[in-house]
């Protein structure tokens, strides 16, 4: 196996080394894609489950809408189409011939989502209609990095027509509290909530909410993005409805998603030199049996015991695994599981055997007199789910103090603006809400990552006029 | 709502009129694709959750490769590129330029997992390899009938590589054997399983295991396939592994996939005048309660039985809807709900309060007098449960009985031919092997659907020659 690149001096190649190694993606012969390999698919059925459980609740129903868009679809609704049209793969021959009209391959569904919602809204009755689609999606970014930014992705997207501006404002903030609770309280990943600015928000949204993270090298993720649509799309596809009094209306609506990314933003949020964490709650393998022996007696007992151990896990629903590889030497396979972030390790020998115990191992623990503890046969399922939660509060508390060691108040640009460019982190500053301030941060590689919900700052960090919010700067992924 | 075309005398616009009434699909701008709505969606999640259970038992891994494929690799397995280039879809354009190469968009996946496959497989130690993809794909097909036939479908393809040849025959009847399971056990779905003939196989593939079925009309519709895939696609994508002697070794590969196309059978083998029959094991409503009142008092007092009846029905995991809606009278939600197919409806009026009792009545029981039973409310879990076995077997067997009255023995097509052509049907009959002989069914618009098992018919049906096998013919979808 490759030795990963040093996380502390070069980040970019060690997430690179450690995805490949770790056998969460491959390259692939498409430009720009990537293979999830059975472990990174693993991770992302896992976050499926989850997240499609909250969106049923709130009475949202899943649906499946055509790849292929008419491309006059796209350039109907204007900020739209200037959004998207950079990014978009054609598909101009079918069937051995060149076609009438071309088709995009989806970037996006609301095109096709509100084509279709103008027929199924009639009246105040069908309202609200709230769908979801989990769907793969083809966007043609020039730089690409596995997870972060890649042609085609896996997404959810939620989409939904409410009859008041209320409705969809709070649907779309319902959307983004669904997505802080999967990503603090199953990533162990800190998110900031905010609200893009008019110059980053989605191309044909009234309002996009956001869901940031800063990363180790402190740089800003996007984690998830809720849009209120507003009329925008409705009344580019001509989506109406009769209210309660006959009047004919035009629904307010929403859109929100969350993309295969986050799991880039798990894997450098917790990763160290050894190689990925995976947070207990969403590890593919929450625990991994390694039976020590040198003897053939040994061995029959030690993997007989390994074995109801795994059947004792398992059938209080923890994922468990042993490896009963047999040509990797025992440290062999604790360097290999720890690559693959597992974040319990269960260590069986003949005089563990003999004690009725287990070695546990903590994979987030770095101390090494903090790291192991023995523990009695008898009391299997109690420790492991006591080690589960307190390995998702050392990343989550982890991960949050280094976010607050790299969030710095700020006045003037001119007073960040160096370490901005040369120490990335998290600026908080006033804004007095004008584009060209906002535009001053490019020389500087920066962007405003949110407005934030504070306002602790008087003046804008460019203009000195005052300021209307506080915001979040930072360069970003 | 449209009243649905007579399933005797028009079966097709029955079929039409159905799926698109229950709103299982709309029709989309894109040519060829459907929409799946909630209630068809919904359908096919069941499915996948049975399916993706049974999958994984046999140690499969689900992945995911790109949809995009570059247009050379199609070219790199011949008989696989006579096969589909007249279907695929291609990307000549993104990001605003004229492409070098040019991507289809997957048809099927074989080339570029087989391009994966050479890079992960080494040596002996790594077979066999076994990964499903959950996926759409699309082929450009001239005609269109949802769920039948569509541009972009649903559905998942395993892919395996095996050390041996006889390993490889394993895994394709096991899948077979799932997918028998599946359908017979869930759609409550009879099959017939063989193999198809050279003219008929999947392009590419050593040998292709097929389940057919014969629809109410007396078609054919085949219902999956699992391919021995031998060393076609492992040779053209160079995949090699060094053997436990150190030898390099060509591995035997196998693929196989079930797609949204069931529904379609599903809907056509059990609906009737009245609408679809959703069979009890994979229906996403499996039963709805329809709450019957006239007076305030009533219906607060129906209503709270009513959700407590839910309630206590969601607790054994059955899936219970309580329509609460107030503009339709009972009678009208009796025929939406019969409309789509929800095996199960429990009324519960006045009387039955008094007696502490449901209506239970059975959407696939014909006759009046056995339709419906009375149901104390102790009882309720048991005896849904039975009637959900009931109606399994109900729709199972007397898809069965129509099957056999369809099902011919013939001799020479000189017998058959004029019934094939008129009547449809399915004909048993010997066949000497030749390709010649079988292209003789083209002008009765009849094909081999598949060798079948038994030797009852001595010589060929057309040439007369000693037959090698039985096999099925009949028109098909």
């Known amino acids: ?24 993606v491959d390259s692939s012969p498409t430009k ?31 649906a499946y809408f055509p790849l292929l868009i008419p491309e006059s679809f796209i350039t109907k609704e204007k900020k739209h189409v200037e959004g998207f049209s950079p990014e978009l793969a054609v598909v101009t021959h079918a069937g051995g011939e060149k076609l009438e009209e071309a088709y995009v391959v989806r970037p996006t569904s609301e095109t096709i989502i509100y084509h279709m919602f103008a027929r199924w809204i009639k009246s105040w009755r069908d309202l609200p209609l709230k769908i979801n689609q989990w769907a793969n999606v083809v966007r043609w970014e020039m730089r690409h990095r596995a997870f972060l930014r890649s042609v085609e992705f896996l997404w959810q997207e939620g989409h939904t ?15 983004l509290a669904i997505y802080k609770k999967l990503l603090e309280h199953y990533y162990a990943i800190p998110v900031i909530s905010g609200m893009k600015t008019e110059s980053e928000k989605f191309a044909g949204a009234e309002r996009t909410y956001t ?49 295969t990314r986050t799991i880039g933003a798990l894997v450098m949020m917790h990763g160290d030199q050894q190689g990925l964490i995976i947070p207990p709650r969403l590890a593919p393998i929450q625990a991994v049996i390694i ?23 398992q059938n209080a629903n923890i994922a468990v695994h042993v490896d009963l590889n047999e040509n990797d030497s025992p440290g062999a ?12 390790r269960i260590e069986l020998g003949p005089k563990d055997l003999e ?56 006045d003037a640009l001119s007073d960040f603006a160096h370490a901005l460019e040369n120490e990335n982190g998290l600026y908080q500053t006033g804004w007095c809400g004008d584009a060209a301030c906002e535009a001053q941060l490019k020389e500087h590689k920066g962007t405003i990552r949110c407005r934030y919900h504070e306002n602790a700052h008087i003046t804008c960090f460019y203009c000195k006029k005052p300021s209307v919010t506080d915001v979040l700067i930072a360069k970003s992924y």
């Open 1 to 24: 196996m490759k030795k990963l690149a040093d996380i502390q001096h070069n980040f970019v190649d060690w997430y690179q080394d450690v995805i490949f190694e770790a056998e969460l």
């Open 32 to 62: 720009g894609c990537y293979v999830l390999r059975p472990y990174g698919f693993a991770l992302w059925e896992n976050i499926q489950k989850i997240l499609d459980k909250e969106i049923k609740k709130t009475g949202t129903q899943n």
């Open 161 to 175: 027509a409410h009859a008041t501006h209320g409705e969809a404002v709070e649907m779309a903030q319902q959307a």
């Open 211 to 259: 869901l940031e993270s800063l990363m180790p090298d402190g740089k800003a993720l996007q984690m998830c993005t809720s849009h209120v649509l507003g009329h925008s799309f409705p009344e580019s596809f001509d989506v109406r409805f009769q209210d309660d009094k006959g009047t004919m209306q035009v629904p307010h609506c929403t859109s929100w998603g969350l993309t």
């Open 291 to 313: 039976p020590i022996y040198k003897t053939a007696a040994e061995k029959t007992a030690i993997i007989q015991k390994a074995n109801e151990v795994a059947q004792h896990l």
């Open 333 to 344: 396979k604790f360097y290999a599981w720890e690559l693959k972030g597992v974040p319990v």
């Open 355 to 410: 004690k009725n115990h287990v070695v546990m191992v903590n994979r987030a623990e770095a101390d090494k007199t903090k790291k192991k503890q023995f523990v009695p046969c008898d009391n299997l399922i109690t420790t492991i789910q006591a080690l589960f939660d307190t390995i998702h509060e050392q990343l989550y508390q982890k991960a949050l103090q280094r976010i607050q060691q790299q969030w710095h108040q700020a």
